[in-house]
């Protein structure tokens, strides 16, 4: 979960309605036998979400497409963490097309306050096939990528639109990375299926989405890993976003590990910039304001739109420690499950000193590259 949106979520959650039915917009027609069932069938799916987000895919959707894809809607998680997205407002129906064979249906989530003030949180497309009066979701992913191409290289298969010219350097700079990251850390191969575009809205359409609430910023290089799918989604930096390869690789391993960025972000880099690039700007920025915890995530979740402060924080904790004790500094370092305590067994620092310790660290580190 992204720091920038903690307090968010917060408010978001007060939105919560696991009963909501579908209200149908203006426009739509209703009258039709596929309009009937396709409402139907949509308003008994995000009402069988719980709060455990615990649902049978198998009842929604065609049991290959279950096999293959762990999450098969993607819309239905990731943007508050590990609550489904269908406890975010209201569902609403804006548009339905019952013309063809598959039924595209259009649905907006959205909220408002005690002042009518809106907020919308995202927007998906779903397509459903009926069948003999039953219906069934396909999968967005198949649909939307049907005409792009792959190539697979070693233990990855990447997937890019028709009109991207695949570029073998960059795939082999990939695989390189990933073949030393196997051999320092002690690690096999994993198959991984790795989709990347030029841009974050067709991922996001890949995923379902038409808009979401993190698509309203600028736009950086960026991506999303799912482990147990073993699948990446990017884009901006074309075949070689190193960052999410070590989420599928180092997650499963230290699943409890508060690091999980950090580790990432130290190999792989942060929205297409090394994470030292990224140090230097932490460190104008923490230069400016000087009463900033820099070290309480809950104070210091956002910096700017191009630096995810905490991000840039834990990877140079990795740093650190790299620098003294290696790889195998990095693995033990991993099994630890609190920041608190990541602080004083490595650095011998106390909560109450964190902040001054990591602002002299970093200004040091900053200091010393630019004297080279």
């Known amino acids: 979960m992204k720091p920038k949106y903690l307090v968010l979520i917060f408010s978001l959650l007060l939105f919560k309605d696991m009963s909501a039915q579908l209200r149908i917009n203006i426009g739509v027609d ?61 569902p609403y129906l804006i548009s339905l097309d019952t ?43 198949n649909i939307e990528t049907k005409e792009w191409l792959t190539k697979t290289i070693r233990n990855v298969t990447f997937h890019y639109p028709s009109y991207h010219t695949f570029n073998f350097t960059n795939a082999q700079s990939l695989i390189i990375s990933i073949t030393n990251l196997e051999k320092a850390w002690g690690l096999g191969p994993i198959k991984i299926d790795y989709y990347f575009a030029k841009t974050n809205r067709e991922i996001q359409a890949i995923k379902g989405f038409d808009f979401n609430f993190y698509m309203a910023r600028s736009e950086y290089p960026g991506g999303l890993a799912y482990e147990q799918e073993k699948s990446i989604y990017s884009w901006g930096l074309d075949e070689n976003y190193l960052h999410e390869f070590i989420h599928i690789y180092l997650n499963p391993i230290y699943p409890n590990t508060p690091l999980k960025e950090g580790i990432a972000t130290f190999y792989g880099g942060s929205m297409g910039t090394s994470y030292k690039e990224h140090l230097k700007r932490l460190n104008e920025y923490i230069a400016k304001h000087p009463d900033t915890n820099i070290t309480n995530p809950m104070e210091f979740y956002y910096m700017d739109e191009r630096t995810n402060p905490q991000y840039i924080i834990q990877a140079f904790i990795c740093h650190l420690v790299f620098s003294k004790k290696g790889i195998n500094g990095l693995k033990q370092l991993l099994k630890i499950e609190s ?15 964190q902040n001054k310790f990591i602002r002299e660290q970093i200004k040091k580190y900053v200091d010393s590259s630019l004297s080279l």
């Open 30 to 90: 209703t009258t039709t036998e596929k309009s009937k069932l396709t409402i139907n069938f949509f308003n008994k799916y995000i009402t069988d979400f719980k709060e455990d987000n615990e649902v049978d895919y198998t009842k929604y959707f065609y049991n290959e497409d279950v096999e293959k894809f762990r999450l098969p809607d993607k819309t239905a998680i990731g943007l508050i963490g590990n609550t489904t997205n269908y406890t975010l407002g209201e």
């Open 339 to 353: 920041m608190d305590e990541i602080f004083r067994s490595e650095f011998f620092v106390e909560p109450d000193n």
């Open 99 to 141: 013309k063809a064979d598959t039924v595209k249906a259009k649905v907006l989530f959205a909220a408002t306050d005690s002042f009518s003030n809106p907020t919308i949180y995202f927007i998906a497309n779903y397509y459903i096939k009926i069948d003999n009066g039953r219906c069934k979701f396909l999968v967005n992913q």
